[in-house]
Every structure is written in structure tokens, then in C-alpha cells.
């Protein structure tokens, strides 16, 4: 489903707090804050990461002088059950809040659901948020970090960060105008340690209803970012996007720029927190001091359970896609 906002919905603020291993990667000075401690000072792994959100939506609110009184709903989730980490969080705060769980493609689900209300005259404002946690998502969805399994290649480390991001009806830098609500699309890929090749055919679906219902090209943005694909999903892409007469030349995928070569990542990063801190510590500033002016965020998702996995079910994917542009951009 295509989406084009009556009007362009602004981004107004946004924030990142992120992890050791995330903190020494190349993007460390760009995050608002890095942890060495990923327990973040708490007892359990889902306390860690129901702390990492709080942090970070601290300094969204400090960053734009608001109290969490002045946010009018609030959309969000991660990957745990029953997304506990979000829901903790949020009862520290007064949001009216929508749980939202598309995996790693939540992210982008997050503000394709905040610009619509803000759009259509439901809030002011809208707060959108995701995150993950290492330790919490390899607990849930692989071994036990005490199991000591060996990683395969193919493999990507679930990105320990958070990233929020603040809607409203008017701003001055970055600008949601159009979104695509992506097609759950299963090709049969069964590994849960390849995830980038179990995403890549529903980011290529995605990316070519887009470009089909807005009658766009793939160079007519500065940039098409994907969430998580790594390393094996961005090839695996390029090769499905070629079959429909569509080369990418402009496509960064998140999770191959979170982590340095020798952090020993294997085929990158993934997880709900990937493409939102890398969104809200990188590719939004550029736009607001003008290095980009027009780029897609194409968040993927693997809609897997342990339960599915162990039963020998294949994968289903999703992605969602926002088109963000900056004021100069929309201006013309």
C-alpha cells in the first residue's frame, strides 16, 4: 500500500543511545550517548534494554525542552515477547502508547504509523521509537550467551541501541511525504543464521512498489537505506532488483556501517535497533545540515518465532519504507 501525506510530515527531534561494542564502531561520536556497561546498571538483560529506552528518550525530550506530558501517543516496540521491553519503559511515562512488532522493521512501521496520525489530524505530535538488545534477542531467537556456539558467516550481531524520533505537523529540517507499507513475502529460507537472505525479497518488493506507485526511479534519491540486510542480503538485492531492470547504485545498508570490519561481526548487524540508531545518529543529521535531500529508510523485518523455527518453518519477511526529505527538497 502507497501512502502519500496530504501534507509532509515533519521530523522534528530525534536520538540514539547505543552499546559498548556499537560505541566503538565507526558511528561512536555520532550516538548521544554510548554504555560500556550493556546491563546498563540493571539485573537482567530486558531491564537493560527497557533502560537503554528510557535513556534515549531522555534525551529526546531534553534535546527539544519538552516533558513526557507534551507527547501525545507514543509508537514503538523490539524484539522480545510480547515487545516487554518497550511496554516496561512506557510505564514510566504518560504516553498514550501503540505497542507495534514488525521485527527489525519496526523502526520504519513506527513512523509510517506516526506520520499518518499526525496527518490525519489525530496528534500534534508522535513519538517513534525502536530498539534491541544483544543479549536479549540471542537469548530468545538463537542459544544462550553462556552456550558458547560457534557463528556462522552468514550470521549478523543484533545491534545493542536505541533510537526515538519526535513527529510533528511542522519543522525545519527532515520531512516524512510518502511511505509503503510492505507484503509479508516468504521465499522458503529456513536458517535463522541468515537472516539478510531470508529479508532481501521483501526489501526488493518493497523498494519496487515505491518506485512503481510514485513513479520514481531508484537515482532519483541520494540514498536508499536498508535496515539490516548485511552483507549477504544487500548482494542478494542488487541480484533481485536487476531482474526488474532496477540497479542500485545508491544503497547503504545499516547494518554494514554500524560495525568496523575487524569488530568480528560476521555478515554485519541486524535487529530493531540497527536501522533506528543509525537513522537517528547519521542519515537524519545529514539531512538537516544538508549532505542528503532525498533518500528511502527500508526497514526489514524476519517474522519468526523459536517455536516456527523448531517446527521447520520458513521465514517470512516484511519491509517498510519512508520517504524523507529535507526542507530545500520539499521547498522546490
Not at 520504519?108 to 538488545?133: K, P, Q, R, T, W
Amino acid at each position: 500500500m502507497y501512502i502519500k501525506y496530504k501534507k509532509p510530515v515533519a521530523i522534528t527531534a530525534w536520538a540514539s543511545v547505543a552499546g559498548k561494542k556499537e560505541g566503538e564502531g565507526p558511528l561512536a561520536d555520532k550516538f548521544d550517548e554510548r554504555v560500556a556497561d550493556d546491563y546498563f546498571g540493571q539485573q537482567t538483560w530486558e531491564k537493560a534494554e527497557t533502560e537503554l529506552q528510557g535513556r534515549c528518550i531522555g534525551h529526546l525530550l531534553h534535546k527539544k525542552g519538552i516533558s513526557a506530558e507534551d507527547i501525545n501517543v507514543a509508537f514503538g516496540g523490539d524484539l522480545t515477547n510480547q515487545i516487554t521491553s518497550t511496554s516496561f519503559t512506557m510505564r514510566r511515562f504518560a504516553f498514550p502508547f501503540v505497542g507495534l512488532y514488525n521485527a527489525c522493521s519496526t523502526m520504519a512501521e513506527a513512523l509510517l504509523v506516526a506520520g499518518c496520525a499526525i496527518d490525519g489530524g489525530f496528534a500534534d505530535n508522535a513519538l517513534a521509537l525502536a530498539s534491541s538488545h544483544f543479549c536479549t534477542a540471542e537469548r530468545q531467537f538463537r542459544t544462550p550467551l553462556d552456550y558458547g556456539g560457534k557463528r556462522t558467516p552468514t550470521a549478523q550481531w543484533t545491534v545493542t541501541g536505541c533510537g526515538s524520533m519526535l513527529l510533528e505537523r511542522v519543522g525545519h529540517s527532515a520531512f516524512i511525504v510518502a511511505a509503503q507499507v510492505g507484503r509479508v513475502v516468504d521465499l522458503g529460507v529456513t536458517d535463522a543464521n541468515n537472516m539478510g537472505a531470508a529479508m532481501a525479497p521483501a526489501a526488493a518488493n518493497t523498494i519496487r512498489n515505491f518506485l512503481l506507485a510514485s513513479g520514481t526511479k531508484a537515482d532519483d534519491y541520494d540514498a536508499i537505506y536498508t535496515g539490516d540486510l548485511g552483507q549477504v542480503g544487500s548482494r542478494l538485492l542488487w541480484q533481485l532488483l536487476e531482474k526488474e531492470n532496477i540497479v542500485l547504485t545508491n544503497h547503504i545498508d545499516c547494518g554494514n556501517v554500524i560495525f568496523a570490519e575487524n569488530q568480528n561481526v560476521q555478515s554485519g548487524a541486524s535487529g530493531c535497533g540497527c536501522g533506528a540508531t543509525v537513522l537517528a545518529a547519521d542519515i537524519l543529521p545529514k539531512i538537516q545540515n544538508g549532505q542528503l535531500d532525498n533518500i528511502l529508510f527500508v526497514a526489514t523485518g524476519a517474522l519468526l518465532s523459536p517455536s516456527t523455527t523448531m517446527q521447520g518453518e520458513s521465514i517470512p519477511c516484511i519491509a517498510h519504507l519512508v520517504n524523507i526529505k529535507s526542507k530545500k527538497e520539499i521547498q522546490q
